[in-house]
């Protein structure tokens, strides 16, 4: 395995320092010096010098200099591929990462003549519905339940060719980030500057995110498999201020909503339920009197929700969740089938697309960090000049 890249080049410039450190030890022995000259007797100088083994003390300097290069350059994070092996749905680099397969020769050609496009689609409509309530926040998921939704959501897309996408996001109230699209770029984007609150709204409420979904972002979609993932702890403030019938009917009615949604529009709603059992306090949340508010996962509720519309339930209390194969083998399994569909489309903005497809495609290359190499050989160095002895070894007579 070769190094192709490094992750962290800003500090290249440390390497610099060995000279500071090759200066420290040439200053500190003429320093050395020049206090034995000042204050030691002849005949102890001579004694004293004699006792040192000027080899093994350079064999020392030079093996902490080496110690400290390996360092430096384990913190420049060297990678190398893995053998270049990638999902084995990933294309090559070389290949279109676009799911219209529209070369650039197309795309001159058809700007020449005047034609219609011909794009090929996935028949697939996916909306992620995705809750940026307060807590969210909680870092029982590292670093934060949000960003770990969000690095699902960008793990998810990577894996996709294809399939239309679609941002809704969710407190007490839902805001439609991005309609269904096939422009991935945009998506990554927009999903970027998604934050805690991001709709200004507190709480969180099911019902009026799912009906936005169900009754208007699904409901021109001619598509054949059409799947909505909710990503959320599954804290509800209108469930959470229920007891017994109440609360039961409250959860009744949002299961029947989403049973509805697969039996009338064929919507399967998968949920991924992010947080533990035991919970985290939310930071800067407090209840009516004056106390810390913990959130904890909520997993019966989500399963509830999948098993009505016939999705999968997930629970990532697991922050090394492999999210890709969990869609590529639960979610999107034996539902794959192209469309072709023929489209007026500005040549030059479908130019700009591919290019954009084709930027975001040629980053998905897997690459295995390597600093623990360095690193390991570093401590090695350490360790042997740690047991090299400055001084001669006596010969008993």
């Not at 279109?96 to 070369?103: A, R």
């Not at 011909?118 to 409509?125: G, L």
């Not at 927009?190 to 934050?195: A, D, E, T």
């Not at 590529?328 to 290019?355: F, H, M, N, T």
């Amino acid at each position: 395995m070769f190094i192709e890249t490094y992750a962290n080049l800003s500090v290249v410039y440390l390497f610099l320092g060995v000279f500071l450190l090759i200066g420290i030890y040439l200053w500190s022995h003429h320093w050395k010096a020049a206090k034995m000259a000042q204050f030691a007797h002849v005949r102890s100088m001579a004694k004293i010098a004699d006792s040192i083994s000027k080899p093994q003390k350079i064999c020392k300097r030079i093996l902490t200099c080496l110690a400290y290069l390996l360092l430096v350059f384990a913190m420049m994070r060297p990678q190398g591929s893995l053998n270049n092996k990638l999902d084995e749905n990933t294309p090559d680099n070389n290949e279109k990462k676009i799911s219209s397969s529209i070369s650039m020769e197309d795309i001159q050609s058809k700007k020449d003549t005047g034609e219609k496009v011909i794009v090929k689609e996935s028949a697939r409509d996916i909306i992620f519905l995705l809750d940026v309530s307060a807590s969210m926040g909680a870092e029982d998921l590292y670093p934060n339940r949000l960003s770990k939704a969000k690095e699902m959501i960008g793990d998810i897309l990577s894996v996709l060719d294809g399939e239309h996408v679609g941002l809704v996001v969710f407190t007490s109230v839902p805001s439609v980030k991005s309609i269904l699209t096939l422009d991935y770029s945009y998506f990554r984007d927009v999903l970027g500057k998604v934050r805690i609150n991001d709709n200004d709204f507190a709480g969180t409420k099911f019902g009026p995110a799912l009906n936005e979904i169900i009754h208007k972002q699904f409901d021109f979609s001619e598509n054949k498999y059409k799947d909505l993932i909710i990503i959320t702890d599954g804290g509800d403030t209108d469930i959470e201020g229920l007891s017994g019938a109440d609360r039961t009917a409250m959860e009744e009615k949002i299961y029947d909503l989403c049973e509805e949604a697969y039996l009338d529009q064929g919507i399967r709603i998968h949920t991924i339920g992010l947080g533990t059992k035991a919970g985290a306090i939310v930071r800067n949340v407090q209840d009516s009197q004056g106390q810390q508010v913990k959130s904890r996962l909520n997993e019966e509720f989500l399963k509830n929700i999948s098993q009505r519309a016939k999705g999968v339930a997930i629970s990532a209390a697991d922050s090394f969740l492999d999210i890709k194969e969990i869609y590529k083998s639960r979610i999107a399994a034996g539902s794959r089938e192209e469309i072709g569909r023929e489209v007026e489309v500005d040549p030059d903005k479908l130019q700009e697309l591919v290019e954009k497809q084709k930027e975001e495609g040629e980053q998905k290359v897997v690459y295995k960090e390597l600093y623990p190499f360095p690193v390991l050989l570093a401590l090695l160095l350490l360790s042997v000049e740690f047991f090299i002895p400055e001084k001669k070894r006596a010969i008993r007579k």
